[in-house]
């Protein structure tokens, strides 16, 4: 199985920063696209910002030029540094990842892909 652990989260002071980070383990043979979704009460979770495996990044046009999508690859992670923070990004923060995994069945090795979503992070900007 797969597990997607995000951290730092909180609250931010509007015009302030903050960053999360996302961390996937488990028996992973490779990490497709990855991304960022937000959610508040009452509506639908939104794409962030996301980013694939070549580093092609798509962010939502409220977030551009504000916040940065990255990844290392060698540490199955992505990040999100989030700037000039909003009262209106408060949100929960979940980390989305398209993962490809494996599994050893009698020497003959198995492969699936699926979407994994994180727990989630809440962010919560105020002064």
């Known amino acids: 199985q797969v597990q997607l652990v995000e951290s730092g989260g909180g609250l931010g002071q509007p015009g302030g920063s903050l960053r999360l980070s996302c961390a996937a383990s488990g028996s992973i043979l490779s990490i497709g696209d990855m991304g960022w979704y937000r959610q508040v009460p009452g509506k639908q979770r939104e794409l962030v910002a996301a980013i694939s495996s070549d580093g092609t990044t798509q962010y939502a046009d409220a977030v551009k030029s504000r916040f940065t999508i990255s990844r290392d690859n060698a540490k199955n992670t992505v990040i999100l540094q989030m700037n000039s923070l909003k009262p209106e990004d408060t949100a929960v923060y979940y980390c989305?990842?398209?993962?490809?995994?494996?599994?050893?069945?009698?020497?003959?090795?198995?492969?699936?892909?699926?979407?994994?979503w994180g727990q989630g992070t809440q962010v919560t900007v105020s002064a």
């Open positions: 989305n990842a398209d993962v490809t995994t494996y599994r050893d069945i009698d020497d003959v090795f198995h492969f699936n892909t699926s979407q994994y």
